[in-house]
């Protein structure tokens, strides 16, 4: 089992709709959760994080929590085509100041 | 301020010969990290440093790779010889000290190794 699990897609969404993102992770002591955007040939960026069980909004960006279920979601509101690109979830483990990446969903939005 | 900065962007060589990657940390940050993408796989830690110090190398494949930040600042990652497996992006980045796990960090723009 991978440390931290991701659907790669490619998720195909139309424009203005919502994307929806998922992620799971394998330390149940994990204590910080990023989402990163990749787009193609470049490095990631870092858009999101989430600490605490619960959802955190960021513009059209949301991103959910659930500790118990190990579970890490990004939902994009008003998807755009730009917004068309490999999404990485990276945990923090308990120990150690690290980041561990997903292998990424790719995310394509249709106009 | 500037980001991490990493050169070269592109490199091509033969296999069995040696290759270098620079990495200069955003100003301030302590803590350096390089990272190894392969093609349709997420990011991959080969070593951190905190400081000087390589913190945590478990993941470097020490018979070929090596690295050093001497003077805690820019780091230098070399492999000799190079296999054409080892062609993927390598990636720099850097946090403040101690705090990468908790606020994430900042990637340089890679450089893409390409070994024929």
């Known amino acids: 089992q991978k440390e931290v699990e991701q659907n790669s897609g490619p998720l195909s969404v139309p424009e203005g709709a919502i994307a929806s993102l998922n992620c799971t992770y394998s330390?149940?002591?994990?204590?910080?959760f990023f989402w990163y955007r990749q787009y193609s040939g470049k490095s990631p960026e870092l858009i999101m994080s989430i600490y605490s069980n619960g959802d955190k909004e960021d513009g059209r960006f949301t991103a959910q929590l659930n500790k118990a279920s190990q579970y890490v979601s990004l939902l994009i509101r008003d998807s755009q085509p730009s917004d068309s690109a490999t999404y990485l979830c990276?945990?923090?483990?308990?120990?150690?100041?690290?980041?561990?990446f997903g292998a990424g969903t790719i995310l394509r939005v249709k106009s | 301020e500037a980001g991490v900065v990493q050169s070269p962007r592109y490199k091509i060589i033969e296999k069995k010969q040696p290759v270098a990657f620079w990495c200069n940390p955003i100003?301030?940050?302590?803590?350096l990290y390089w990272y190894r993408q392969n093609l349709g796989q997420g990011p991959e830690l080969l070593i951190r440093y905190e400081n000087e110090e390589a913190v945590d190398d478990s993941q470097l494949p020490k018979d070929r790779f090596s690295a050093e930040r001497l003077k805690g600042v820019d780091s230098t990652l070399k492999i000799q010889p190079a296999e054409l497996g080892d062609s993927a992006v390598y990636l720099c980045?850097?946090?403040?000290?101690?705090?990468?796990?908790?606020?994430?960090?900042?990637f340089g723009s890679g450089t893409r190794l390409t070994v024929v």
């Open positions: 990276a945990v923090n483990r308990a120990y150690g100041n690290k980041l561990v």
């Open positions: 330390d149940r002591g994990s204590q910080s």
């Open positions: 980045a850097s946090s403040l000290e101690g705090r990468g796990g908790i606020y994430g960090y900042t």
């Open positions: 100003s301030g940050h302590n803590t």
